[in-house]
């Protein structure tokens, strides 16, 4: 059984400064399951046959279970609790921002520094893109990695977000 669940919230949802927003949701549901750690859903997924994943796009956030269908409904349910009743936790907001960071790559060296979008090597095309559209480009003009997000944005926006009138399943 293969379940994708698409929330209506994306990096071009925001400014910058403020663009990796759901993607620190994106990571932090998957340590607030009520009553379970990060590691215990993990462990519990991998007892019931199942895989999860989840990536962050300009557009859009997108969940996914891929299970055997003899433990598909409690793989499910696990899965429901994780995206309709998160409790997000302060103390998982630094771990966050520390995935996050490493994800993007950590602090850029000098020649990223002068070839990434507004770079002064980088070439014409790119710099013409990220001045046309910044947010619809996934790029604010530097490497960024949630730095200026504060935890209650991201609870904000999952209190917001996260309802069945703004998701697919």
């Not at 999860?52 to 969940?63: E, S």
């Not at 997000?149 to 399943?169: N, S, T």
């Amino acid at each position: 059984v293969s379940v994708r669940v698409n929330v209506g919230l994306g990096m071009a949802h925001y400014s910058c400064g403020q663009q990796h927003t759901p993607h620190f949701l994106e990571h932090m549901l998957f340590g607030a399951v009520p009553n379970l750690s990060e590691s215990d859903f993990e462990r519990r997924m991998f007892e019931l046959g199942a895989w999860t994943n989840a990536g962050t796009g300009t557009t859009g956030t997108v969940y996914e279970l891929d299970v055997f269908s003899g433990t598909a409904m409690p793989a499910l349910d696990l899965f429901a609790d994780m995206i309709t009743r998160a409790q997000l936790r302060r103390d998982s907001f630094q771990k966050t921002r520390d995935i996050i960071w490493r994800e993007v790559g950590g602090e850029p060296g000098a020649i990223e520094r002068k070839t990434f979008l507004g770079g002064e090597l980088a070439s014409g095309f790119v710099r013409a893109t990220a001045d046309l559209s910044q947010r619809h480009s996934g790029h604010c003009g530097a490497r960024y990695a949630g730095q200026g997000i504060a935890f209650d944005a991201v609870h904000r926006a999952y209190r917001r977000h996260y309802v069945p009138e703004r998701m697919v399943w």
